[in-house]
């Protein structure tokens, strides 16, 4: 299972960008597909979350409106469209696939998830 983020840059505050992640290996539409960053000096925390086939998406309450989980199935891919970037945003980003239930604690913890990718970095200048 491959899992592999991309996207990351710098961005001044205010601006914009969007991640992608591409998987391969595993039967993607069966998969909970989720975000996790982790800042420099601290631990690696849930942005957000989509389900398999709904659409259903849940989100940080830090990033909740300013920041858009999507996924498809047919290409294997997912995306997280990031807007209104702050520097506490700054973070290394992995995307991560979740084979459990869709439920309030599992789809938000990292526990639950089983393959992760490598990360990509978001800078976020002030």
């Known amino acids: 299972v491959q899992l592999q983020a991309s996207g990351g840059g710098t961005v001044q505050a205010g601006g914009s960008l969007r991640l992608s992640c591409a998987a391969s290996g595993l039967t993607f539409s069966s998969y909970i597909m989720g975000w996790f960053r982790q800042a420099p000096g601290k631990e690696r925390e849930f942005v957000a979350a989509i389900s398999r086939s709904t659409g259903i998406t849940t989100y940080a309450d830090s990033v909740k409106g300013r920041f858009t989980i999507s996924r498809d199935n047919s290409k294997n891919t997912m995306a997280l469209q990031m807007n209104s970037l702050k520097p506490e945003d700054t973070a290394v980003y992995f995307c991560?696939?979740?084979?459990?239930?869709?439920?309030?604690?599992?789809?938000?913890?990292?526990?639950?998830?089983?393959?992760w990718g490598k990360g990509t970095q978001v800078t976020v200048s002030s």
């Open positions: 991560a696939a979740n084979g459990g239930q869709w439920r309030s604690t599992t789809r938000v913890s990292e526990r639950y998830y089983d393959y």
